[in-house]
């Protein structure tokens, strides 16, 4: 009991605060219901895949700066394919984006393995690529979700508290994830991640690995860029605020910046926590400028803590 | 023959020596391309324009350099500048001009020292930690704006005089930029400060067993970077003339590309200022080029990220930089 404590302390920790928070919120706002646990799992989606797509690369011991902007190309590709598209279109269209998002990704990656540019300066190149590509499918926010599609992500699953959203994230999240994680390939990430050298002379193709490491970001990233499409009902050629957010989100779920450590859980976690306390301070009618501060002051300061409590780690 | 190397060979040495050189031919020749696109573009009036446009964007990017020579990087130095602009153009009609830009550079040496404090104190990555300030000043920015949204703004005629007026055909902002640029290259090159960075930067162990006080460099850096910010700010509101929330955050991402074009590691320890200058050039000029092509935005955007991409993997071939 006291190890799985101590393994997982981090995120059993994000869970309490999780469960803190929506007790304060029932609490500020009395009839809270299932129509808010709806739309927070709605919005919290995109920041989530987001999330995603940026902790298995932190994992891999490299970060992408392009995820707003694959998003964005995934969103208005499928913007512009649903648009007035029958069954076998839409289906054909989310396979297409999602094959688009691994492609992507695994541009990003092949770049950072052949030109030995360090990964900030060629995900931050790329951003401009992939902010451009997006801009030539679409010069303006356009195009159109198929509305049987989009109801995937709307009410409630089998039990009424159960919004639908939150199931779609987490099978999509389990499906990739899972057998990642008990993959070869999966402990391949996480040692590359953790050392390289080691990982090398241990046999692994760094390159391979890394590569695949970067699809997999470009693959959460076209669900993110999807579902984003699937909510609003059409595309946005300019990125959103997910690279800042994502970041964010993954430093406080506790994947380590440079790699080996942390896992999906706690970052998905810290998401709902961010976008929970941005609801809360909307609920309380606090200017919404102010929220943005907090959200800062909060990461900040748990990562200020999270770096004394390593240091205090290490010298003991 | 065996003895001695061959001229291509010997050529692509003294690059990678003097990585400034193919830098500047890279300019030169981007300039040619500008001219032979649109023959007589290149001129006295035109190079004044470029580097009027490109000296806010160096300077932004000496925050930059700087902190990259430690490993570090300042992704909070587009919103210092701008809170500093903003702050300044507000308070002008209350407090008059000089009290005003006293008062606009303080948010940005305060971003800069709660960057140093985490940085230093608390080990946290300057990735995380900038970004993380960067996030609360946005937020404080536009908190602010709310409580002056009675008094208006202006833009002191002395910053704009510095930021668009020119004298014999030379942009004023020479007369700031000048001095800065030549201070920055001899503290960097020179001083003990300039060395301890690039020592923090190369080894981070082994400059603290030498008895560097690592915590005492890391927060004089990042107050700087905030002040080099903050200045550039009120710099760059004199060129736009119209102070705005986002008023510098679109030079965030250049002014990183400006310095790794310019030959600067990420990982730190290498590079220097003088590239960097360089390296805001080409961004300039490379800005120039891709809008006097007919091309739709997005192809623009997209050669941009390329060109960024495929200059800083042969200069890094070039001066073989294995990491």
Redesign the interface.
């Known amino acids: 009991m006291s190890r799985i404590v101590a393994r997982h302390g981090w995120t059993l920790g994000l869970m309490a605060i999780l469960v803190l928070l929506f007790v304060f919120t029932k609490v500020i706002q009395p009839n809270f219901g299932l129509t808010g646990l709806d739309s927070l799992s709605r919005a919290t989606l995109p920041f989530a895949f987001a999330t995603a797509a940026m902790a298995i690369v932190v994992i891999a011991g490299g ?1 992408d700066l392009s995820v707003a902007s694959m998003m964005a190309v995934a969103g208005v590709t499928a913007a512009v394919l649903m648009e007035g598209a029958g069954t076998g279109m839409t289906l054909f269209t989310v396979v297409a984006v999602l094959v688009i998002g691994l492609g992507m990704g695994a541009i990003n990656g092949a ?1 950072i393995v052949v ?4 990964d ?3 995900t ?6 992939w ?7 679409l ?1 303006a926010p356009g195009g159109a979700a198929t509305p049987w599609l989009r109801e995937i992500i709307v009410g409630p699953f089998l039990v009424p508290w159960l919004p639908r959203s939150f199931v779609f994230l987490v099978v999509c999240l389990a499906v990739v994830w899972i057998p990642l994680r008990r993959s070869r390939l999966g402990l391949s990430i996480y040692a590359i991640g953790s050392d390289e050298l080691a990982a090398y002379r241990s046999g692994i193709a760094i390159g391979r690995t890394r590569i695949i490491a970067y699809a997999l970001c470009g693959l959460f990233a076209a669900m993110g860029g999807l579902t984003l499409t699937l909510s609003t009902g059409n595309g946005e050629p300019i990125p959103g605020p997910y690279l ?1 957010a994502s ?2 989100a993954v ?1 406080l779920g506790g994947v380590v ?2 790699g080996g450590k942390g896992a999906l859980l706690g970052p998905i976690i810290a998401v709902f926590i961010l976008r929970l306390v941005r609801m809360d301070l909307t609920l309380i009618s606090v ?1 919404p ?9 909060i ?2 300061v748990v ?6 409590l ?2 205090r780690g290490r010298r003991q | 023959m065996t003895d001695q190397p061959a001229p291509l060979k010997r050529v692509l040495r003294f690059m990678g020596d003097n990585p400034i050189i193919p830098l500047i031919i890279l300019l030169i020749l981007l300039i040619g391309v500008l001219e032979y696109m649109r023959p007589g573009i290149v001129n006295e009036r035109w190079m004044g324009n470029t580097i009027k446009f490109a000296i806010p964007l160096a300077m932004l990017a000496a925050c930059q350099t700087l902190t990259m020579l430690t490993g570090g ?1 300042d992704l909070s130095a587009a919103v210092a500048a701008t809170i500093s602009a903003f702050v300044m153009a507000t308070q002008v009609p209350i407090m008059g001009v000089p009290l005003a830009i006293c008062i606009g550079l303080i948010p940005a040496i305060l971003i800069g020292l ?1 960057n140093g404090f ?1 940085v230093a ?5 300057p ?3 900038t ?10 920015l ?2 602010y704006q ?1 409580f002056v949204i009675a008094t208006g703004s202006v833009v002191p005629d002395g910053l704009a005089w510095l930021g668009t007026g020119r004298t014999w055909g030379l942009p004023n902002s020479l007369l700031l930029f000048v001095p800065f640029a030549v201070v920055v290259i001899w503290a960097q090159r020179r001083t003990g400060f300039g060395r301890l960075l690039y020592a923090l930067g190369s080894n981070q162990t082994a400059s603290r067993i030498s008895g560097v006080r690592s915590w005492q460099v890391l927060l004089a850096l990042y107050a700087l970077s905030g002040l080099i910010a903050g200045v550039t700010g009120l710099l760059y509101v004199g060129l736009i003339k119209a102070p705005s929330l986002s008023l510098v955050n679109p030079l965030l ?1 250049p002014s ?2 400006a310095a ?1 074009i310019g030959g600067t ?3 730190g320890g290498r590079g220097g200022y003088a590239g960097t200058i360089v390296g805001a050039l080409i961004l300039t000029v490379l800005g120039t080029l891709l809008t006097l092509m007919q091309m ?11 060109i ?2 495929a200059v ?2 042969i200069y ?1 071939r070039l001066t073989d930089q294995s990491r």
């Open positions: 970060i770049l030109t030995r540019v360090p900030i300066v060629v931050l190149a790329m951003l401009f690529v902010e451009g590509v997006a801009l030539l499918i010069k800042m970041v964010a430093v910046l440079g200017d400028n102010v929220t943005t501060i907090v959200e800062g002051t990461m900040v990562v200020m803590i999270g770096g004394v390593a240091m | 990087i709660v985490g104190f608390c080990r946290v990555h990735l995380i930690m970004l993380g300030t960067g996030l609360i000043g946005t937020g404080c536009q908190v709310r991402l990183v590309a790794v590691s990420i990982f739709p935005e997005g192809a623009r955007r997209i050669l941009f990220g390329l960024i991409l800083t993997t890094i």
